[in-house]
């Protein structure tokens, strides 16, 4: 016998047989929309249910300001969205939350787990609570704002932005660091900064130990004003006393050539 589905119901989801690949495209269509405005409940939605109808409202329907409620820490939710426009979510997110976007403002109430915000290209990203590790993993621009602590490895790769933290960060925060400026208010682990090619990290705390090639740098008042800025921005109050630290660029030994190329031309 046929299942009859109530008018506006969520449609039931289908996976693949290891239960890891949704099948249906199709969208719930269950926000709703008032101008540019719009909201919708995403308590009894899949991950990717949920993802198509952010994509709906903010480029079908032109809705520029979307609230996501009970977004029951589903991962890789508003991920690959690259239109300017504000989105909310009300409670907390999984691993992998907006990561690849480029423009959107989005403010996430709760917390989330790990690799929040990879490889961001631009916009902003306000975390009420704490953030897992690898948080802003290649970031490459825009703000990360996390009100609580950061894991390990936060800003692995980072290409340019700016991360905040206004809590801890785990061990080996900014590890090959590129570009780009970390604010961390509290404690910093162990391997700060380590292998860092740039960029510039400055820690409110104490540091367990620097990584390889991390050293302490010279505060200038560009530095000064670069703080007051960010933390005016996001209404974070005053900034503690900071230290900076910089890269030592005494690892900067390149070859032109890798080793399998070199045994070739020898």
Known sequence: MDTVEAP???????????????????VPRIAEIDGERASFDAHQLTTRQINLELRRLVYGEGVREVTVRN??????????????????FEG??????CGLIDGPEVHITGRVGWSSCENMMSGVC?????????????LRGGDVVVRGQVGA????DQKGGTIIALGDAG??????????????????GHGLGDSMYDG??????????????CVPGE????????????????????????????????????DSLEPSERKLVL
């Open 219 to 254: 505060w200038t008042d560009a530095d000064t004003e670069f703080v007051m800025r960010k933390f005016g921005i996001y209404g974070l109050g005053a900034a503690p006393e900071l230290q900076k630290f910089v890269c030592g660029k005494k690892l900067y030994n390149y």
């Open 171 to 188: 061990s080996m925060t900014g590890f090959m660091m590129q570009r780009g400026r970390q604010i961390i208010c509290g404690n910093a």
């Open 8 to 26: 506006g119901a969520v449609p039931q989801a289908r996976f693949d047989p290891r239960g890891l690949v949704e099948l249906d495209e199709t």
């Open 200 to 213: 510039t990290i400055y820690v409110g705390g104490k540091v367990a130990s620097l990584g390889i090639d």
């Open 126 to 138: 306000v975390i009420d609570s704490n953030a897992g590790s690898l948080t802003a993993a290649a």
């Open 71 to 88: 977004p029951g820490a589903k991962h890789s939710l508003g991920v690959g969205i690259l239109q300017r426009c504000k989105i909310t």
């Open 153 to 156: 490895r936060t800003g692995i």
């Open 92 to 97: 907390s997110l999984g691993y992998f939350a």
